[in-house]
């Protein structure tokens, strides 16, 4: 079997050099455990921070070890009660042909309601991330005008698209790319920018209007935060979801933080585990809206475990429209 270790800690963006392509043997079954060949695996903004060695609300990954990370699969094997083969499961052990696992850690999918794929999307963590994130987290309420950046990208495309179902006055989106921009139009969103077209804050002002606006899905930070913090309504919220901009690059701003005094702003960042409880309600809401087609998802392949480092840092660059998956077996 083969695995993707890290092969050194990144500084800055990532390279191919940081990665190495192994083999491993497949471990026998212990009581309880499972082998499964892996279909699917995710790349995730979240893995560039589990690559430097600091404490964080997930531990580091371990150098020459193999890397960790959302991967849908089939069971080839069981010694655990709960799964037999052929079984698909979602599960944590990504970045591996094969995984061997104690059979409480996977979960089983249902592949006839959904592909496969969709589970490390729109209907697992990436979607429940944007749900929680802009009803609970940023408290969305019928009639907000919501802005949100990364906005064509795995979570920002559904953060969009949720408020439009849930009654928003307006939806605006900002992306790299003018293909994306037209993309985010094309998918429901009121207004699109393009980051690189001008400073975010004069063309979010543009975007906004006399609206303002009321809530800010924050995926990506520096600029965009201070962008939003200025153009937004008194009394606005802010989910913190992610700072993208700075992952590979020093941090910037928001300089004008001070304004969410008077403007009696809330900023409050979350992490998707946390809010777990909400994930039947969730789930049952999703199913509807892509039955209903109020919400449509993008997936972008990349094929082979050999090239997910580069999937990887492609993500982290923009090459992405959607969730960003890799194809194995
Ligand atoms: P995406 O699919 O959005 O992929 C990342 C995107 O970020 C790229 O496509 C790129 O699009 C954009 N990007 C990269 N650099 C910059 C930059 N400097 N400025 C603006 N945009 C940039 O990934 P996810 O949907 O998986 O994650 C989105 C965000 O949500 C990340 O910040 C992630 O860390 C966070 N997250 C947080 C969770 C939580 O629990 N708090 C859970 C899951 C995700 P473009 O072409 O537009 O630049």
């Known amino acids: 079997s083969r695995e993707i270790q890290l092969a050194s800690r990144p500084e800055g963006w990532p390279t191919e050099e940081n990665f190495r392509l192994a083999e491993a043997a497949v471990p026998e079954l212990q009581e309880g455990q499972i082998l499964v060949r892996n279909l699917y695996m995710s790349v995730d903004p979240y893995m560039r921070g589990r690559m430097n060695d600091v404490k964080s609300y997930v531990p580091p ?4 070890a193999p890397l960790e990370g959302g991967a849908v699969g089939e069971v080839v094997e069981s010694r655990s009660e709960s799964h037999k083969p052929g079984d698909k499961i979602l599960h944590g052990l990504g970045w591996r042909d094969y995984a061997v696992l104690d059979g409480k850690r996977a979960r089983v999918i249902d592949t006839e309601q959904a592909p496969a794929s969709a589970y490390l999307g729109v209907l697992g963590m990436t979607g429940l991330t944007a749900y929680v994130g802009l ?5 969305f309420r019928e009639g907000d005008v919501v802005f949100v950046s990364g906005a064509a990208g795995a979570v920002g495309s559904l953060v969009g698209q949720i408020a439009k179902a849930l009654g928003a006055k307006k939806v605006i989106g900002s992306a790299g790319s003018a293909e994306k921009v037209q993309h985010l139009l094309d998918l429901g969103f009121d207004e699109a920018f393009n980051y690189h077209d001008g400073p975010v804050k004069d063309s979010l002002k543009k975007a906004a209007g006399a609206d303002g606006i009321d809530v800010y899905f924050d995926n990506v930070g520096g600029e965009h935060l201070e962008a939003a913090l200025s153009v937004m309504n008194k009394f606005g919220r802010i989910a913190m979801c992610g700072a993208i901009s700075q992952y590979n690059d020093a941090p910037v701003g928001p300089r004008n933080l001070a304004i969410a005094i008077g403007k009696e702003i809330t900023l409050r960042g979350f992490i ?29 392949f990349v094929d082979g475990l050999e090239n997910a480092p580069q999937a990887f840092i492609d993500l982290m660059k923009g090459a992405n429209k959607g969730k960003m998956i890799v194809t194995l077996g």
Do not use: C, H, I, P
């Open 61 to 64: 990954f371990t150098l020459d």
């Open 135 to 139: 009803t609970k987290v940023a408290e």
């Open 272 to 300: 998707v585990g946390s809010y777990n409880q909400y994930a039947d309600e969730f789930a049952s809401l999703m199913t509807g809206w892509l039955q209903e087609n109020k919400v449509r998802y993008d997936e972008t």
